[in-house]
């Protein structure tokens, strides 16, 4: 926790306001994220769990501005990254930033590295790109930051092509490229799904690492609450494009206040007890196009759905320090007078 | 046994009253690896090489490992889809090793399978009644009516709308569609299943509804399930027993809660250590295996973790330790409990 307190200290590293960002389906437009605000503070590591559909993985593309293009857009909203707005920025000041205060790490290692071209030049890629040396020294240099993230024989497996590792060494190589330009934020988009168990614990070690070493945030999107309750400070759930609930990690596993977050923690099978009928939600989530337009998105499913769950739509708010919620069970996510009853 | 409602915990603690459904002994599947101008078989990769064990009757057995350990060509040797090199499947009192054609077929209707990929294993052109009364007609029904009425009665069982009989496939979500193909493998009324990874493909909300799903059928219909799958904490919660595999090896073998109480492999207990905890107070200590599970086509000499292993001795690179039971019921295969 120690962590936390020195990070709340500073101003955030990346403040998203009021996000939505929406995908053309049949010439309309639905919002896959909707109205998402949150903060990353230097150093920090934010969590963002939800299932599949929940717009986990659109939020982390529309920080990166990777959104597919001509399908989807952000609408409206603010994504402040050290101050300066990501939304609002060129296509060249972007480019300056992505790989290099910016980076990513994708679920896929199999299929995010480029199979024709050797790691060497992959990696060194980013180095020009971003960096002022000489292309002898990006190639040490690369083979310095496959050492770093625990590559054996580096100086060998530069010259060597993607589909000559396995997952988790690509992983690595998928870190490697990412920390090259040391940035201020990793997102990490299911960096471990993919990949064994035990090769899963090897790259989980490798991020805390080089997150301490480096001074970096991270924002973790994964669905396993075991890798958020090991590796987050704050965590944020998502459902169905908005933000259900956001707190420091002990809280949302000791203290979870929505609905959706208690029957998510009810429902996966833990290793040291034992019973005989795991919590489970009824149905699923709904697709872009059958979302509901105002209550709350999770009413549909929600054990104590009240009638009015499915015309006020609740706000996110916070009930105690630093827990925030969008549930009308609380009486802080209920709209102020005259807003957003329909 | 055919009438009585045994409960889980019952057979856990008297299966030796209860008889044995399925033993297999020294079960090997190779497949072979083509070379050459003249295509000759130049190596063989051992994905299941030597494994034995025996799953008795209304009882679940869980094969855990990481992928290319063997795991699944084990439940696809056992419903013989895939042929055995050696070793023998004695299922029900039977030798089905090496049954072909009619006999084979017969003996199908006992054994079905749940496959992995929900979005695969269905049949996009079929109607979902088509897809479930296939097993029944395959095997002689056929009397409209009641097939329809035996399948309505399926469907409801495994919890989908009526409806959805006259639906396709992919009008239905992944959790449907993986109880589509419970319903199917359910058809025939069989004595065996082999769940492969049956919620591995699912979100966790639904994957819970599904475990609940196939624990109940178990009850209801006495099923025997053999469960692969490569998330332990599931494994562990619809398993009686568990196996563990490394690199076509079962490297032990006990009831679920001494695998993971007190894991005697140290392959095991790294696996076991590897799980991350979904509790942020517990912090435990961690063995971080070294490098990545060697190729099935060389496996190493000797102990096939050996390489791998925090533990290892010099004698391990020599001789391969075989499945010895140190604890009542509970087997390991390695030189440290030899």
Do not use: W
Not at chain 1, 280 to 299: D, E, R, T, W, Y
Not at chain 2, 186 to 193: D, E, Q, V, Y
């Amino acid at each position: 926790m120690s962590k936390l307190t020195h990070a709340s200290k500073k101003a955030p590293l990346l403040e998203v306001n009021h996000l939505e960002t929406a995908f053309k389906i049949d010439r309309e437009y639905y919002n896959a994220v909707d109205n998402v605000s949150f903060t990353v503070k230097p150093r920090q590591v934010v969590g963002i769990v939800g299932e599949s559909g929940c717009g986990k993985s659109v939020l982390s593309l529309s920080v990166m501005r990777l959104l597919p293009k001509g399908i989807s857009e952000i609408c409206s909203g603010e994504i402040l990254f050290d101050g300066k707005d990501v939304v609002k920025m060129s296509e060249n000041e972007i480019n300056n930033i992505r790989g290099k205060d910016i980076a990513m790490i994708f679920q896929e290692p199999m299929t995010s590295l480029n199979p024709v071209f050797t790691i060497g030049y992959q990696l060194q890629e980013v180095l020009l790109n971003h960096m002022e040396i000489s292309k002898k020294e990006a190639r040490q240099k690369s083979i310095e930051l496959l050492k770093g993230v625990g590559i054996s024989r580096p100086d060998k497996i530069v010259d060597e092509y993607p589909h000559q590792l396995s997952g988790g060494m690509r992983q690595r190589v998928m870190i490697a490229m990412a920390i090259a330009c040391q940035p201020k934020l990793l997102i990490a988009d299911e960096p471990t799904t993919a990949l064994d168990v035990t090769v899963q614990a090897q790259i989980l070690e490798l991020l805390k690492e080089i997150q301490s070493a480096n001074d970096m945030a991270i924002i973790l999107i994964t669905h396993d609450l075991g890798v958020v309750a090991e590796m987050c400070d704050d965590v944020i759930v998502m459902y169905a494009g908005k933000i259900v609930e956001r707190t420091d990690v002990d809280t949302l596993f000791y203290n979870p206040k929505h609905p959706y977050t208690k029957l998510l923690m009810g429902a996966i099978p833990k290793m040291d007890e034992d019973r005989e009928v795991l919590e489970s939600i009824k149905g699923i989530v709904p697709s872009l196009k059958n979302m509901p337009k105002v209550g709350c998105k999770f009413a549909a499913r929600c054990p104590h759905a009240m009638p009015e769950c499915s015309f006020v739509t609740p706000q996110l708010a916070e009930t105690e320090q630093g827990h925030e919620v969008a549930c009308l069970l609380y009486e802080t996510s209920r709209p102020k007078e005259g807003m957003n009853v329909q | 046994m055919n009438n009585a409602q045994p409960k889980l915990t019952t057979i856990n603690s008297n299966k030796n009253r209860f008889k044995t459904l399925l033993e297999v002994k020294n079960l090997k599947t190779y497949y072979p690896v083509k070379g050459g101008f003249f295509r000759r078989t130049v190596a063989n990769v051992k994905a299941v090489d030597d494994v034995s064990f025996e799953i008795k009757k209304g009882e679940t057995l869980g094969l855990v490992g990481e992928s290319g350990c063997g795991k699944s060509t084990t439940g696809r040797t056992i419903l013989r889809l895939i042929n055995p090199t050696d070793g023998q499947i004695i299922f029900d009192g039977k030798d089905i090793t090496n049954i072909q054609g009619r006999a084979l077929r017969e003996a199908r209707k006992d054994f079905q399978m749940v496959f992995q990929d929900p979005y695969a294993s269905l049949n996009p052109m079929q109607m979902i009644g088509d897809i479930v009364s296939e097993p029944l007609k395959n095997f002689g029904k056929s009397n409209k009516k009641a097939l329809k009425e035996e399948v309505m009665d399926l469907l409801n069982r495994v919890g989908l709308p009526e409806d959805a009989y006259e639906k396709y496939a992919h009008e239905f979500s992944g959790g449907q569609r993986q109880r589509i193909g419970i319903a199917r493998a359910l058809a025939l009324k069989p004595k065996l299943i082999v769940a492969d990874e049956p919620v591995s493909a699912l979100d966790v909300s639904v994957q819970s509804q599904v475990l609940n799903l196939l624990k109940e059928l178990q009850k209801d219909f006495g099923l025997t399930y053999l469960f692969i799958a490569h998330d332990l904490s599931v494994v562990k919660h619809m398993s009686d027993r568990i196996g563990v595999m490394y690199l076509g090896n079962i490297v032990e073998i006990a009831d679920r809660n001494s695998i993971y109480n007190e894991p005697l492999h140290p392959y095991t207990q790294a696996l076991i250590s590897a799980i991350p905890e979904p509790d942020p107070r517990k912090s435990k200590e961690r063995i971080v295996l070294k490098g990545d599970v060697p190729s099935p086509v060389n496996p190493p000499s000797g102990c096939p973790f050996h390489t791998r292993c925090p533990m290892a001795k010099e004698e391990c690179s020599i001789a391969k330790p075989t499945l010895k039971e140190v604890r009542p019921g509970h087997q390991v295969a390695c030189i440290l409990y030899n």
